[in-house]
């Protein structure tokens, strides 16, 4: 008799939703009570963590609130953002130019959670931060916030 047995591992991130609803379960939020401003609070994530948080579903949002209770923030930065300039002259005026930090892409399931007029993009806002109710906001990027960071946990399955 020929046994095989397989090793398969998988870096569970937003970027590599291979495991689907598993990955919801392995990745972690961090909130950091520390005011910066987008791109020192991205910078800060990845060195410490793996980037500034990605929500991709309503159970996203509930970890995030059961982790650290969300009303204790007035607003907090995630890993959302616009980039007009480097996508205009490709895809026009009308294109969903949203992005996540980690992926570069938009939501691979095209969940969104946005305030009710977000986003407006009044005064250069192409960052995204999560209020206290935890819906998405368009901001200014030099605003100087508290920020949510994520980690991925790593499977592996034999087989």
């Not at 937003?14 to 005011?35: A, T």
């Not at 800060?44 to 948080?53: G, P």
């Amino acid at each position: 008799h020929v046994y095989l047995s397989f090793l398969v591992c998988a870096a569970v991130t937003p970027e590599f939703p291979l495991w689907g609803s598993i990955n919801k379960v392995l990745r972690q939020f961090h909130y950091i009570d520390l005011k910066l401003n987008w791109l020192d609070a991205q910078h800060y994530c990845r060195e410490k963590y793996d980037d500034l948080a990605t929500i991709q579903s309503m159970e996203d949002i509930i970890q995030l609130k059961n982790k650290v209770q969300v009303s204790a923030w007035i607003a907090a930065w995630i890993g959302l953002r616009d980039d007009p300039n480097s996508w205009f002259k490709v895809m026009g005026i009308d294109a969903n130019s949203w992005r996540w930090s980690v992926t570069s892409e938009m939501s691979q399931n095209g969940y969104q959670n946005w305030f009710s007029i977000a986003p407006d993009n009044v005064y250069f806002e192409y960052c995204i931060e999560l209020d206290g109710a935890a819906t998405w906001n368009d901001l200014n990027c030099d605003a100087l916030l508290s920020f949510v960071c994520y980690t991925g946990k790593k499977m592996c399955f034999v087989f």
